[in-house]
């Protein structure tokens, strides 16, 4: 594959994750300031249940799509793709009428009956969704993230400007305003993404039962593993918001410090998208050694930049928060200080995840991840009731070093992986990097100095003829 390739599709990733990040984070940085903190709180517990969805249909639909579409030609590339959307309209219809149905009891449970109304606000948000991941999916096949960036930009600046409108005003929004404002952004994202993947759309046709089985037991386990990862990262709040040593307000506190570890999974999530196409071609071109040197330079690549942010994010974690979330959350420092650190073993749980779907072991990576979300329900548990809101932090980190250690005993005997060749690498691309902006001053310096000369040269001519 040719390195044009990686740049173009790298930086459209990239810069899809990243300005989904800093337009989401802005909105943040502005609700933290209207709404009080238990309203805050409301808000963080919702947009953590309705992400575990959103990363539950994903896991269903997005890697068997991926991995069949991509090399589909002519009538197979009609049938899968339908087949595929088949099956995430009958999810998507599920889960809308799960939400409905269990919103006053999620509520009931979490002590938050404002919850109810706006779970079932989204039940409607998550069927409008359904265009924008589908076709987001398709254009990924394609390795077109062009697409995929105008999409999330548009859903995620629609919401940006409802709540910039509340800070314009001054006026603290309700929370059923802000959930009908998500209805709105996912319309409009998915109207750019039908628009963005036309060319890859093909005449309708009647779905294939058999590829619609075949996608769903591809699917299957991805599904477990998205759901169960997102229990793992998000079981935290959840414990928070059911302890009654915690409650709302305990969960706006974490929520502030665990915001910004939010800026690690920019370059991690930006090159698991790239890693698994081509992991899956790998396997079969060249075999599992390659596949496992892809995940050390990957995660390599990934730790190059992460290491020095958590270092400086650590130093200077009071300024952050401060930044984020105001001084009313002063409270949420020593929280940072912890959860900035699950950064650091982030990149080798996704390049994990990442690698094993693609080499048919999505099992394991299922079996794997729910462990470490049962192990995360104990540990959170237990440090919750001990230590209060901090616990939460402490208790993650714990379950983040065990399944590290767990995966990375996995990725040795699979692919002889070994973890400390990751920083190996990294300190290869560091250098790289370093010799690339030496050369550049140097040449820069070098054009300068020429330029420079040059007026005296031709002075000299003038006045000699």
């Not at 140097?442 to 420079?452: R, V």
Request: aromatic share 12%; net charge positive.
């Amino acid at each position: 594959m040719k390195a044009s390739f990686w740049l173009k599709s790298g930086i459209f990733s990239l810069l899809e994750k990243g300005s989904a990040l800093l337009i989401s984070l802005g909105s943040l940085w502005m609700l933290f300031r209207l709404l009080d903190k238990e309203a805050m709180g409301t808000w963080a517990l919702l947009l953590t249940l309705t992400s575990i969805l959103e990363v539950g249909r994903i896991g269903l639909i997005q890697n068997g799509l991926v991995k069949h579409l991509a090399p589909a030609q002519g009538p197979t590339y009609n049938t899968v793709f339908y087949a595929s959307l088949t099956l995430h309209l009958l999810l998507a219809a599920t889960i809308s009428m799960g939400v409905w149905v269990s919103a006053p009891l999620l509520a009931h449970s979490l002590q938050l009956p404002l919850l109810a109304s706006l779970l079932r606000i989204y039940a409607l948000t998550t069927l409008l969704l359904t265009p924008f991941f589908h076709f987001n999916f398709v254009q990924q096949a394609q390795l077109s993230f062009k697409g995929v960036f105008y999409s999330n930009v548009v859903r995620q600046l629609t919401f940006f400007l409802v709540v910039l409108y509340f800070w314009w005003q001054e006026l603290s929004p309700p929370l059923h305003y802000l959930a009908w404002a998500q209805v709105g952004a996912a319309t409009a994202g998915s109207c750019v993404a039908t628009f963005t993947a036309w060319p890859y759309l093909c005449r309708p046709q009647k779905p294939d039962k058999q590829w619609m089985r075949t996608l769903l037991a591809f699917g299957k386990y991805t599904l477990g593993t998205n759901l169960s990862t997102m229990l793992y990262r998000s079981i935290d709040k959840l414990m928070l918001g059911i302890l009654p040593n915690a409650g709302a307000t305990g969960i706006a506190l974490y929520e502030a410090a665990i915001k910004i570890n939010n800026l690690a999974d920019v370059p991690t999530h930006s090159l698991a998208s790239l890693v698994f196409p081509q992991s899956a071609l790998r396997v079969e071109a060249q075999g599992l050694k390659a596949v496992g040197i892809l995940y050390e330079k990957a995660v390599g690549a990934i730790l190059t930049p992460l290491v020095p942010a958590v270092i400086g994010v650590w130093l200077t974690a009071p300024w952050c928060i401060q930044f984020i979330a105001g001084p009313g959350y002063a409270q949420s420092v020593p929280i940072l200080r912890i959860t900035i650190l699950f950064a650091l073993f982030l990149p080798f749980a996704v390049q994990f995840g990442t690698i094993m779907d693609a080499i048919g072991h999505q099992r394991l990576n299922f079996q794997l991840t729910l462990l470490g979300a049962l192990l995360n329900m104990a540990c959170n548990f237990l440090f919750i009731n001990a230590m209060g809101v901090i616990g939460a932090a402490w208790g993650t980190l714990l379950t983040y070093f065990i399944l590290f250690l767990l995966m990375q005993w996995q990725l040795r005997k699979h692919l002889d992986v070994r973890w400390w060749r990751c920083f190996v690498h990294s300190w290869a691309f560091a250098q790289k990097g370093i010799a690339l902006v030496q050369c550049n001053r140097a040449g820069t310096t070098k054009t300068t100095a020429s330029t420079q000369a040059q007026p005296h040269v031709t002075t000299n001519r003038t006045t000699h003829e």
